[in-house]
């Protein structure tokens, strides 16, 4: 099978990592990648948001397969262009998701299919905004109704600062604070047939004990040894599967990777966001676990025939995911400088800890941050405990000056907190 890859984060590195490992995977692309994915696969130059020109790239190479994994290429309706000529495309239509591009959307389909939520209110005036405040008072939570690149979320105690986010949105979604530890929970669907991956917890702050701004993500860990056996047959039950229903029902099937984001709050699991694509630093902790050849899943989801698959099979590891960002990241990143380590980390830590690239690019002989999150050290072990010290070993290895990663990931977990 031919696979092409749109995408050049961490994410891509960590789906085209488990691709080339595939037996039935005999050629891989990414477009456009980084100076990671090309040991991996081969890198096309290609704007990831040109739906026309993803399809073309597509078929000079004769993909047999696309996987789209950013979330500006789908809304942008890159996989209907791909699909449109006749390449089965992992992902979900520009349509189906809104259900990431738009918030107050996301609300709407999880009110009519019944699915738990924050109670919220979608406002586009500074009355509506001060009203819906006043409503839940603090701590207040307030979204950016678009794309943001996980930071249009204030989460804060301070009506002013609430307010002024709000007002610097177009449209905001204001809803109730939700209290308890975060899940994310990651399905393959075809619009039909739901397959939940193992669940994951992300590291949304940028600094140790979750101080300081929501990020991207800083880091992540899986299993969950605190979350209950029944958790993911809850979820499905209660969130993913009634949502696939209900877009498929609306005549906007979702086809591709279905993130739920969940607090599991005193009174029950409750989505804080859905996203239509793999989540970054997640994807890299659950696909270090997953068993199962991967292109095969995608194509199954790609082509509607999910159903003809056997249940994913695990392994028992346990997987660890510390990211390194760059100087003054999330505000103002620096880019441009060297990263060293990266052989070193190759040399001594693999297999069981390797280095996933997310915002780096090759400069002559070196490799240089291109990001906000440069790259992500992920490692497996027999429990959390090893695994986490196996990624913060390779971490310090890594050299780059000005970044910063957090202590923390996962510590909590591996003492049985
Ligand atoms: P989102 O982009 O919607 O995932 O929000 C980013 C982060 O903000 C989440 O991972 C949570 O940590 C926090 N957050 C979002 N919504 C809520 C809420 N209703 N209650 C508490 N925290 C929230
Ligand atoms: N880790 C959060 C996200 O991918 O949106």
């Not at 307030?142 to 794309?147: A, I, P, S």
């Not at 991956?197 to 949304?204: R, S, V």
């Not at 060297?338 to 070196?366: F, K, M, N, W």
Request: proline share 6%; net charge negative; aromatic share 4%.
């Amino acid at each position: 099978m031919k696979v092409l890859v749109i995408g050049g984060g961490a994410r891509e590195h960590a789906l085209c990592r488990s691709l080339s490992l595939d037996p039935d995977v005999n050629a891989l692309y990414c477009a456009p990648g980084n100076a990671g994915i090309a040991e991996v696969a081969e890198l096309r130059p290609v704007d990831a948001l040109d739906g026309e020109a993803v399809a073309r790239l597509a078929t000079e190479l004769r993909a047999d397969l696309v996987v789209v994994g950013p979330e500006a290429p789908l809304v942008a309706g890159v996989a209907d262009a791909v699909r449109a000529v006749g390449i089965p495309v992992f992902g979900p239509s520009g349509e189906a998701a809104q259900l990431e591009g738009s918030k107050a959307f996301a609300k709407d389909v999880m009110a009519a299919a019944g699915v738990p939520t924050a109670r919220s209110y979608v406002c586009t005036t500074p009355e509506e905004v001060d009203a819906a405040l006043d409503a839940f008072g603090a701590p207040y939570v307030v979204k950016d109704d678009g794309l943001a690149a996980g930071k249009g979320v204030v989460v804060t105690d301070d009506r002013a600062a609430a307010r002024a986010h709000a007002l610097g949105c177009d449209r905001v979604v204001i809803e109730e604070f939700l209290d308890g530890p975060e899940v994310s929970l990651f399905a393959i669907t075809d619009g039909v047939t739901v397959l939940p991956l193992q669940p994951a917890q992300d590291f949304k702050r940028a600094l140790d004990g979750d101080a300081g701004p929501n990020t991207g993500g800083m880091g992540a860990y899986s299993p969950l040894p605190w979350a209950g056996p029944k958790l993911v047959d809850e979820v499905m039950a209660s969130v993913l599967q009634p949502t696939v229903d209900e877009l498929r029902h609306r005549g906007t099937p979702f086809s591709g990777l279905l993130y739920a984001g969940l607090a599991i709050t005193s009174r029950g699991v409750r989505v804080i966001e859905f996203n239509a694509r793999f989540g970054d630093p997640e994807t890299q902790v659950v696909l270090a676990r997953l068993q199962t050849p991967l292109a095969g899943v995608l194509l199954n989801s790609a082509n509607g025939t999910l159903h003809e698959l056997p249940p994913l099979s695990w392994r028992e590891d346990a997987a660890v995911t510390v990211v390194i960002a760059s100087h003054n990241y999330p505000e103002t990143p620096r880019t441009g400088d060297p990263i060293e380590g990266l052989a070193e980390v190759a040399e001594l830590d693999a297999p069981h800890a390797y280095v996933l690239h997310a915002g780096t690019r090759r400069e002559g002989d070196a490799v240089v941050s291109a990001g906000g999150r440069v790259l992500s050290v992920t490692a497996t072990g027999s429990d959390l405990a090893q695994a986490r010290t196996r990624a913060y070993k390779a971490v310090e290895r890594i050299k780059l000056d000005g970044s910063q990663y957090r202590t923390d990931i996962a510590a909590k977990a591996a003492e049985g907190r």
